[in-house]
């Protein structure tokens, strides 16, 4: 007999290998990162997605709370806005740049729109299998997820481009992050609520009412992680190496602790029948 739902060890047990991998990124940072290396590359992805991941989360978490309180199904709410916020983290990472924008902007929106809507796609189809939703819905909610990441990413790098931000210095807040993130985050989720609400059966008028609920809590996390993950990331890079490795380790050791609560409630619960 388990103590709690076999959902919620699921996204534990997975929420524990991400901590480690992560962990395993920023220590093989610090010893083998190096200036335009792979894996400087792969710290500019996962910091502003780590941001962007935990504020939409949240957000998720708390809007589930207002429907259901206190329920495994916190976490299914946590889960799809955080995919939501991967999404965004991923742009901004990948899109961002303090280099001035060049003559083929065009041709290279193009291509980011392409390896966009690719993404979004395969979250979309990632969030309609974590609801269990049929064939059909999951099918068209990749579709439409990956249309909006498609455009999204075409124009991000526009959309973020800020003319006073150098390599070696960034604004604080950045209003540009903060509208990118703002509208993404609302179109992401409401078409995600829409869909899924549709396909529960729910009335027309009903489902978009709740969607854009869902929207526009998602819009307000996107909006304040979309605004700060540019400078976090920034000077998360003019943290001396050690540092990152430090973070490292910390992500590490709270993996393994998230990985060891199943088995030692289980054992305990084991003992305490006897």
């Known amino acids: 007999m388990r103590v709690l739902d076999p959902l919620v060890w699921d996204i534990i047990s997975i929420g524990g290998l991400i901590l480690g991998v992560l962990g395993s990124l920023y220590l093989s940072y610090d010893l083998f990162g190096r200036e335009g290396g792979p894996l400087r590359w792969a710290v500019r992805v996962v910091t502003p997605s780590l941001i962007s991941v935990?504020?939409?989360?949240?957000?998720?978490?708390?809007?589930?709370?207002?429907?259901?309180?206190?329920n495994p199904r916190l976490l299914q709410g946590a889960a799809l806005y955080a995919i939501a916020g991967l999404?965004?983290?991923?742009?901004?990472?990948?899109?961002?740049?303090?280099?001035?924008?060049?003559?083929?902007?065009?041709?290279?929106?193009?291509?980011?729109?392409?390896?966009?809507?690719?993404?979004?796609?395969?979250?979309?189809?990632?969030a309609a299998a974590i609801l269990s939703l049929p064939y059909e819905a999951?099918?068209?909610?990749?579709?439409?997820?990956?249309?909006?990441?498609?455009?999204?990413?075409?124009?991000?790098?526009?959309?973020?481009?800020?003319?006073?931000?150098?390599?070696?210095?960034?604004?604080?807040?950045?209003?540009?992050?903060?509208?990118?993130?703002?509208?993404?985050?609302?179109?992401?989720?409401?078409?995600?609520?829409?869909?899924?609400?549709?396909?529960?059966?729910?009335?027309?008028?009903?489902?978009?009412?709740?969607?854009?609920?869902?929207?526009?809590?998602?819009?307000?996390?996107?909006?304040?992680?979309?605004?700060?993950?540019?400078?976090?990331y920034w000077k998360a890079l003019k943290l001396p190496s050690t540092y990152l490795g430090g973070i490292g380790g910390l992500f590490t050791l709270l993996g393994f602790a998230v990985q060891v609560v199943q088995p030692v409630l289980d054992a305990f619960q084991r003992l305490f029948q006897r």
Do not use: K
Not at 95 to 111: C, D, H, K, N, S
């Open 87 to 126: 999404l965004i983290g991923v742009f901004n990472g990948l899109y961002i740049e303090p280099t001035p924008l060049a003559p083929g902007e065009g041709l290279r929106a193009v291509r980011n729109a392409l390896v966009g809507g690719a993404l979004a796609f395969w979250m979309g189809v990632a």
């Open 138 to 232: 999951l099918l068209l909610e990749g579709v439409v997820i990956g249309l909006i990441g498609a455009v999204a990413a075409g124009v991000w790098r526009v959309m973020n481009y800020n003319p006073s931000a150098t390599p070696d210095r960034t604004p604080r807040f950045s209003t540009r992050g903060f509208v990118s993130g703002f509208l993404s985050a609302l179109l992401l989720m409401f078409a995600f609520a829409l869909i899924t609400n549709l396909a529960a059966g729910t009335p027309l008028g009903r489902g978009a009412l709740g969607a854009t609920r869902a929207g526009a809590l998602g819009a307000i996390a996107g909006g304040l992680t979309g605004g700060i993950s540019q400078y976090v």
């Open 54 to 70: 935990a504020g939409l989360s949240v957000a998720g978490a708390a809007l589930y709370f207002t429907y259901y309180g206190w």
